[in-house]
């Protein structure tokens, strides 16, 4: 499934063009307008909740869940993709969302912000596992399960540094517990890659005393 900001004639006009192997049709496209379409990611049927249901802000029941993420740079190949998708069959418990990039992102220097993932990558995978009872067994194995599809995605993902996405929170990525700069590099690269020393020079000048702090967030250095 994909999601598409346009009409579906203007879908099939481009994966006409650049995807013919897709054999997409109109039947398969459903239209609506953006607001509805967050309801669908959240796997409610088309038509079945009004828009209005996202303003109760109480769950509907309680979720866990796990997320990671990774860069893809170079395509994969046949044989890397049946290897996949059989890593998939025997985890069940986590799915795989692919976002492209490319276009605008791409010419959009990686230093202009500190978001650094523009020219080079073709699309970030988000890694999603969710489950709905509590309890310690059942959450060790989700992550487990999402632990051995990263493990097995690291021929095909970005290297030195393995590229993460901030907004995917990942701890088994490094944390810092003392807020040392060794540990943060640890994580920030992957995050940050080249920028995060200019991030750790920002931090230090305004927050010396390291007051905003988490387990992932940018170090402190003295002498700024």
């Excluded at 039947?27 to 409610?44: G, R, Y």
């Excluded at 399960?145 to 590229?163: G, I, L």
């Excluded at 990942?170 to 807020?179: F, H, K, L, P, R």
């Amino acid at each position: 499934m994909g999601m598409f900001l346009g009409n579906s004639s203007k879908l099939l006009e481009i994966t006409n063009a650049k995807f013919p192997e897709l054999a997409l049709n109109k039947t398969e496209c459903i239209e609506m307008k953006w607001v509805e379409s967050v309801l669908f990611w959240l796997s409610i049927p088309p038509g079945t909740a009004p828009t209005t249901s996202m303003l109760n802000r109480i769950p509907q029941r309680q979720i866990y869940l796990k997320r990671k993420s990774d860069y893809v740079q170079k395509p994969i190949s046949r044989t890397g993709l049946d290897a996949i998708f059989k890593v998939l069959l025997e985890n069940e418990n986590v799915t795989m969302a692919w976002n492209p990039y490319g276009g605008r992102m791409s010419e959009i220097p990686s230093t202009e912000t500190a978001f650094p993932h523009r020219a080079g990558n073709m699309f970030k995978i988000q890694y999603a596992a969710n489950w709905f009872v509590p309890g310690e067994a059942v959450a060790n194995d989700c992550l487990s399960q999402t632990e051995r599809v990263f493990e097995a995605m690291t021929p095909y993902v970005s290297k030195n540094p393995r590229e993460a996405f901030l907004n995917y929170r990942d701890v088994n990525i490094g944390t810092s517990s003392n807020s040392t700069y060794e540990e943060g590099k640890v994580y920030g690269v992957k995050y940050f890659k080249n920028n995060f020393e200019r991030l750790v020079q920002v931090k230090s000048r305004v927050d010396p005393d390291n007051f905003f702090r988490y387990e992932q967030s940018i170090p402190v250095l003295s002498r700024y």
